[in-house]
């Protein structure tokens, strides 16, 4: 059974968009359209990607309050 890195769901809760249209929108903000546009176009490399391909697992399941509940539970990692 695969087990969810905690850390790495704290650090998604707080990550936002770097660049573009939805910049500094936090990531489980991006409408789901144009979370959906990058799994048909392909999500970016390293962290950046995994997060996303990890929002739209998220908002595929229906469970995207998952990480807004760590947003106000769990403070911004330094």
């Known amino acids: 059974m ?3 890195d905690p850390k790495f769901l704290i650090k ?3 990550t936002k968009m770097p660049y573009g249209k939805y910049k500094d929108r936090y990531l ?3 409408p ?3 979370i959906v546009w990058y799994h048909s176009k392909g999500f970016p490399k390293g962290k950046l990607g ?3 391909e990890t929002v ?3 908002k595929l399941n229906g469970i995207e309050n998952l990480v807004r509940n760590i947003q106000k539970n769990f403070p911004k990692p330094k």
């Open 50 to 52: 995994e997060m996303l």
């Open 12 to 14: 998604l809760a707080h």
């Open 32 to 34: 789901e359209y144009y």
């Open 56 to 58: 739209y697992t998220l």
């Open 28 to 30: 489980i903000d991006l």
């Open 2 to 4: 695969l087990e969810p």
